[in-house]
């Protein structure tokens, strides 16, 4: 064997995923296993479901926690509400809006795409035209925060277009939830799904769920069966809905589930708007200390993320900015991300999420960077 046991340096995570996570949540999940139909957890899946609601700030009954991470999350939407026919357009300004479209296509649907470049937010007049032209299109689906790029679109404004053409609206929110506003009832979305560990600050590996009423109607009324068993939400639904009589469906990641629990927790122990304005003060502090470096951001004010920072390479830096990001994790335990797909060695990935949304790890980065470049 190679270790005796397995201890990882503890690192500065400041990329696009995972973040780091509270004392607190590590603590939980050592906590005593129990029966994932024991009445006590029972008790909490409904606790969970709960806090999610707010998390979303929604009434949705279906809301819950998939056993899967992130892309499973999306899938999920996707394998639920799209039949094999079906029009759904899908917009893309980044990586996350690509699998979108490759989704659709395993589903049987027909993917109309909206393309805009990386960096920039939708373009809401293409979607407008996109929604004419196909006036029989059933859903629309975009990325509300794009991490392969920084950028936020307009969720409430994409809902009101999807809306005034009576179609679903299916939204990423993996990055998005708790970091930025996200008002799901008051925005009409139909279905989001998110992810533990990007500004939740939960271990990798369940997807925050929503449906609206209309979506689930939807589904109920389907002409084929989905083609994912473990993803049915049918089935899904009599475990997490299933009142005193929930049945079996899947062991639920009981000790993974204290872990969400206990941030969700401190989520609402801070205030989403207060979470909301950290994530926006810390991100005013980075961009400070990174354009006195020299550094200049790849996304316009007003779309940026702030639990996102996309910055341009300047061209000294470009040669070797894979060296500098293996630097910064050998040398100073602190991890960045690298740019993806057209922006790989072009863009640099600062992420400050959830717990790691702090002065402390700004401090530390800008430090690192002025050290090394
Ligand atoms: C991270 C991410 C995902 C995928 O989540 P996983 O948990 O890695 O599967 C999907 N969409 C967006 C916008 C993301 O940032």
Redesign the pocket.
């Known amino acids: 064997m190679k270790y005796n046991s397995f201890n990882p340096t503890q690192k500065i995570l400041m990329g696009?995923?995972p973040s780091n996570i509270d004392p607190r949540v590590m603590e939980s999940m050592s906590k005593n296993i129990i029966g994932h139909l024991d009445p006590e957890f029972i008790e909490l899946m409904n606790e969970i479901k709960n806090l999610l609601r707010y998390a979303f700030q929604t009434k949705n009954e279906l809301t819950f926690p998939l056993s899967a991470?992130?892309?499973?999350?999306?899938e999920t939407c996707f394998v639920n509400l799209v039949e094999p026919g079906d029009k759904v357009i899908v917009c893309i300004n980044g990586v996350?809006g690509g699998?979108m479209k490759e989704n659709v296509e395993r589903c049987g649907g027909y993917p109309i795409i909206i393309e805009d470049k990386w960096g920039t937010p939708i373009d809401l007049n293409k979607v407008e035209i996109a929604l004419k032209q196909n006036p029989d299109t059933k859903i629309l689906a975009f990325?509300h925060?794009?991490?392969s790029t920084g950028v936020c679109s307009d969720a409430m404004e994409l809902s009101n277009l999807a809306k005034s053409y009576d179609c679903l609206t299916i939204m990423?929110t993996?990055?998005s939830l708790a970091g930025i506003p996200i008002h799901l009832d008051e925005w009409k979305i139909d279905a989001v799904y998110s992810?533990s560990?990007?500004c939740l600050s939960c271990p990798?590996g369940l997807?925050p769920l929503s449906f609206s009423e209309n979506a689930l109607t939807v589904v109920k009324n389907r002409k084929t069966k989905v083609q994912s068993w473990f993803m049915d939400l049918s089935l899904v639904m009599q475990y997490w809905q299933g009142g005193s009589s929930r049945a079996y469906h899947h062991t639920a990641p009981i000790n993974a589930m204290y872990a969400l629990y206990e941030s969700l927790r401190i989520l609402n122990e801070e205030g989403l708007e207060n979470s909301w304005k950290r994530h926006e003060a810390v991100h005013l502090e980075l961009k400070k200390g990174l354009e006195n470096l020299g550094f200049s951001f790849l996304v316009d004010e007003k779309s940026r993320l702030p639990q996102l920072n996309a910055i341009l390479l300047p061209d000294k830096i470009k040669s070797n900015e894979a060296e500098i990001r293996a630097r910064l994790l050998r040398e100073y335990n602190l991890e960045i991300g690298a740019g993806l797909g057209a922006l790989s060695g072009k863009i640099w990935r600062i992420g400050l999420m959830g717990y790691g949304a702090s002065l402390n790890n700004v401090k530390t980065c800008i430090n690192a960077l002025s050290e090394i470049i």
């Open positions: 696009p995923g991470p992130g892309s499973a999350g999306m996350f699998r990325v925060a794009e991490t990423d993996v990055t992810g560990q990007k990798p997807s």
